[in-house]
């Protein structure tokens, strides 16, 4: 057989990840814009399919956060339907959602945000990286797989598949949780919160060392958007919309997710495939908020469980009036999540009823439209469907974390062109800044599944006359 | 000797659904208990846990290609023709050569030997559909056979 290797495949760069700067005539910053690709279609691919197969299409839409979209689904499902469920399928739901939660925030902070916090945003690149980390810390490299593949193995155990869950379903679960795999956490799971107050403590260390920057990097106000339990806790599964503005008033409050289009609108921008939402009472863009860990910490009053409460508190201490605006607190604000979760794996795996088969009920009502909500690791997720007397799709609407955070990370890209770009002189080192800017917030920048190719970040800077003046590539 | 064939896409993304279909039509052919396949819709790091404990690893996936090149096959190593991903403002973007390379430091002993890919040209896939174009389509049944070639099944 011909070997064949090829380099023509290499030259193509892969679109995830594009920002575009525009200089004025005196070489300063004009306009900058983060290009985000969205598939386009997804409403026509449901319409005619049964609302019960939305929860394993759904997660088909991404191979990063498949589970968000099956429990969304599944939770529009049941809205659909007109059901609530069983103590014990809620359980389970818990569990498969925070078992995501803990694998996703540990893939980003040990993976992909750890190198600049070990080495410094200025390092060089080729040290400044998972490799890097691995060569220095390979102690919290470990920890880092260690976790992923902890909450990772929940989902799997939870499910006939790994990736593409489909252990929920409209009405409850299509499976229970067998004792086995219950001991199996429980096992586990004091080494896993072990590792996650150690990330906690290597951020705060970061912290320590570089107070200014972690006050001063992307830091900029917004609204913040997320869910709160009825003690006004941070929620991932279920709860109410809270909004507050940059300065801790809450805009919003107790607001139910089928009512979501009450507070959000969204704008479409000729050049962004990815729409725009804003709260509408304050208008586009002053409407601007952030979802995700930070939106979640800075609505929300405390954490469910003691260890993540208290790191809660000390977060809230930080913060003007409770609100954090640097875009470098994301981080952690994830890793008190991480740490809130895991505790919640604990206690959710601990309950009596967890390994119950009551986890499924049926109902004779079909209601023509359902919403479901739930806080993905990268932000407020809305899955809502409307369907026919059949329980057939007629429309689909779904908004995703990187949406909500556009804006924002539009306007974090912007406060480092500003910061990096004087008087006609790009300094070197603003692809990492930006680069850095935009990781803060964890988006999801494609829904392609790819192994093979190149996929940098591409900066292209243009001069006044519209001109290219150069490209950057990390 | 144990072998993973590992078919990547996403399967309601047009052509980047490729890797998954042909990993779907040898999933039907290949009855080995020394060959497993799979298909998957994750890329990256999440790969990891999957080529854990295989000799072998064979990858079909799409790559981005000029137009006139949609369709063409590629076979090759991909950590002789990929350099790793370094930094990745998501986690899509971790390159395959970026995990091999991240195992072979955290799992010595417990990557593949052997790595082989088996590349498709696409171009960017942007609308929700399970249909894939003609010359990808086209490519299929070649890419089938490569994998069966590469495997001593026919």
Known sequence: ?474 | MKTLVLGIGNSILGDDGIGVRVAQELARKIKNDNIDVRDVGIDGLNLLDLILGYDKLIVIDAVLTEREKVGEVYRFKPEKVYEPSRSAISPHHFNLSTTIEIGKKLFPGRMPEEVIAFAVGTEEATMVTEEMTGRVKDAMPIVVNLVLKELNLN
């Open chain 1, 1 to 474: 057989m011909t070997r064949k290797i090829v380099i023509e495949p290499v030259t193509r760069i892969e679109g995830h990840g594009k920002v575009t700067i525009h200089l004025n005539e005196q070489g300063n910053v004009d306009k900058t814009y983060l290009h985000v690709t969205q598939v386009r279609g997804f409403e026509k691919f449901c319409e005619g399919r049964l609302f019960w197969e939305m929860p394993v299409i759904t997660p088909r839409i991404c191979g990063i956060c498949p589970v968000s979209h099956h429990l969304a689904a599944a939770k529009a499902g049941d809205a659909i339907l007109g059901v609530k469920l069983t103590p014990t399928a809620d359980k389970l739901r818990r569990l498969l959602h925070m078992a995501q939660m803990v694998q996703s925030h540990a893939l980003h902070f040990f993976h992909l945000a750890s190198p600049d916090l070990i080495f410094g945003m200025e390092a060089d690149p080729a040290k400044r990286n998972v490799i890097g980390v691995i060569a220095a810390m390979p102690d919290a490299a470990v920890k880092g797989v260690k976790l992923r593949a902890f909450g990772q193995k929940i989902i799997e155990g939870m499910g006939d598949k790994r990736v593409h869950p489909n252990a929920a379903v409209p009405g409850g679960m299509n499976r229970a949780l067998h004792s086995d795999k219950r001991d199996e956490i429980l096992s586990q799971i004091g080494d896993i919160i072990a590792d996650c107050q150690f990330a906690i403590d290597l951020f705060k260390d970061y912290c320590n060392k570089n107070s200014e920057v972690a006050e001063t990097f992307a830091d900029f106000k917004s609204g913040y958007l997320g869910l709160v339990d009825a003690n006004g806790n941070a929620e991932y599964y279920d709860g109410k919309l809270r909004l507050k503005d940059q300065d801790g008033m809450t805009l919003e409050d107790d607001v139910a997710p089928e009512d979501y289009l009450s507070i959000i609108e969204e704008k479409v921008e000729d050049w962004s495939y990815l729409k725009f939402p804003y709260y509408k009472k304050m208008g586009y863009p002053a409407g601007m908020y952030r979802v995700g860990p930070l939106g979640r910490l800075n609505v929300a009053d405390g954490c469910t469980t003691p260890l993540a409460d208290k790191e809660f508190k000390q977060f809230k201490e930080m913060g003007k009036n409770g609100i954090l605006q640097g875009s470098l607190y994301y981080h952690y604000a994830r890793l008190i999540e991480m740490l809130n979760c895991a505790e919640e794996i604990k206690a959710l795996t601990g309950d009596k009823d967890i390994c119950s088969t009551d986890i499924w009920v049926n109902s004779d009502c079909l209601n023509e439209e359902g919403v479901g909500v739930i806080e993905a690791p990268r932000g407020t997720l809305f899955h809502h469907y409307w369907v026919d007397k059949t329980g057939k799709m007629i429309k689909a609407n779904l908004i995703v974390a990187t949406g909500h955070n556009n804006l924002a990370m539009n306007r974090a890209v912007n406060e480092v062109a500003h910061a990096f770009i004087k008087d006609g002189k790009v300094t070197e080192g603003i692809l990492n800044r930006v680069e850095v800017a935009i990781r803060c917030y964890d988006p999801c920048l494609s829904c392609s599944s790819h192994a093979l190719g190149h996929m940098p970040l591409e900066l292209t800077v243009h001069e006044a006359d519209g001109s290219i003046r150069q490209v950057l590539r990390s």
